[in-house]
């Protein structure tokens, strides 16, 4: 107990705040949103099973998992934690195709800019440089399937439904 008043939980119980709550180091007088969320996903009684079975200087990190959780789980009930993460991955692929799009195009400009070689110069084992000729160059986008950003994107044509 910090001071004369309860801690967030013991307030939010409506019960007497004890000198050894497991509670009060967690969750301050000041933030009983906190602990409301947590009581509200988790519940008092497991919570508390939960940091007793773990050593003291875990609970901090507990703590901060159970509230993140929790909040998690109050905007998503279905998904929670999982919905988030599965969120961002999806937007790091979106990214990282971005930037392959990207790196395509500066690659297709850096080829535009350098002069064009004879075919008769040309070695014909070297598959890089047949790929990324003057002929290929307006085609590599294709090739690495990918629209580029200077060319037209279409929606894809739409489709009647069955029960309409």
Not at 23 to 31: A, L, M, N, R
Not at 60 to 83: F, H, M, Q
Not at 137 to 145: A, D, H, V
Request: with cysteine; hydrophobic share 40%; charged share 20%.
């Amino acid at each position: 107990m910090g001071g004369n008043s309860p801690c967030a939980s013991c307030k939010l119980l409506r019960r007497r705040c004890a000198k050894d709550c497991i509670f009060s180091p967690y969750f301050p007088p000041d933030d009983p949103h906190k602990f409301a969320i947590v009581h509200k996903v988790f519940g008092a009684s497991n919570v508390s099973k939960m940091l007793q079975e773990l050593p003291v200087h875990q609970r901090a990190d507990a703590v901060s998992s159970l509230v993140y959780e929790a909040t998690a789980r109050i905007r998503d009930p279905v998904y929670g934690c999982v919905g988030a993460i599965s969120y961002l991955q999806n937007q790091v692929s979106e990214l990282t195709m971005q930037l392959a799009v990207a790196q395509a195009e500066i690659l297709c400009i850096q080829m535009q800019q350098e002069p064009t070689l004879p075919m008769n110069q040309i070695d014909p084992v070297d598959e890089k440089s047949l790929l990324l000729s003057a002929t290929n160059f307006n085609n590599l986008p294709q090739y690495l399937g990918f629209a580029s950003s200077s060319s037209v994107i279409q929606d894809p044509p739409k489709r009647e439904s069955l029960w309409t």
